[in-house]
Nanobody, 122 residues
């Protein structure tokens, strides 16, 4: 089970850190990711990493402004977001792919958190 937190209101240019606590065992081959979604739009890939090596992958829209990381000790995934823009406003989801496919497509992820809302005011 994945439990995200850390969302909330923030002004443009500000920062926010999202957290996703995993209750089950995360193996080194697993992939964890962040996606986001706004009303009327499809879920959009934000960032991902393979749990073991933790090499990050980012969407072009957020590259340079966000950092995905993880703590194996705490079994937790993070998303540090800086220089936030109005268009970053969305519900953010953390997701787990136990098959380790490292994909930007949401349909390969088999476990999802409930989402946390980030609202950026301009």
């Amino acid at each position: 089970q994945l439990q995200p937190s850390g969302g909330g209101p923030v002004q443009a240019g500000g920062s926010l850190r999202l957290t996703c606590a995993a209750s089950g065992r995360i193996y080194s081959s697993h992939v964890m990711a962040w996606f986001r979604q706004t009303p009327g739009k499809e879920r959009e890939f934000v960032a991902a990493l393979r749990w073991g090596v933790a090499i990050p992958y980012y969407a072009d829209s957020v590259k340079g402004r966000v950092t995905i990381s993880r703590s194996t000790e705490k079994n937790t995934l993070y998303l540090q977001m800086n220089s936030l823009k109005f268009e970053d406003t969305a519900v953010y989801y953390c997701a787990l792919d136990r098959r380790g496919q490292l994909s930007r497509s949401d349909n390969v992820y088999d476990n999802w958190g409930q989402g946390t809302l980030v609202t950026v005011s301009s």
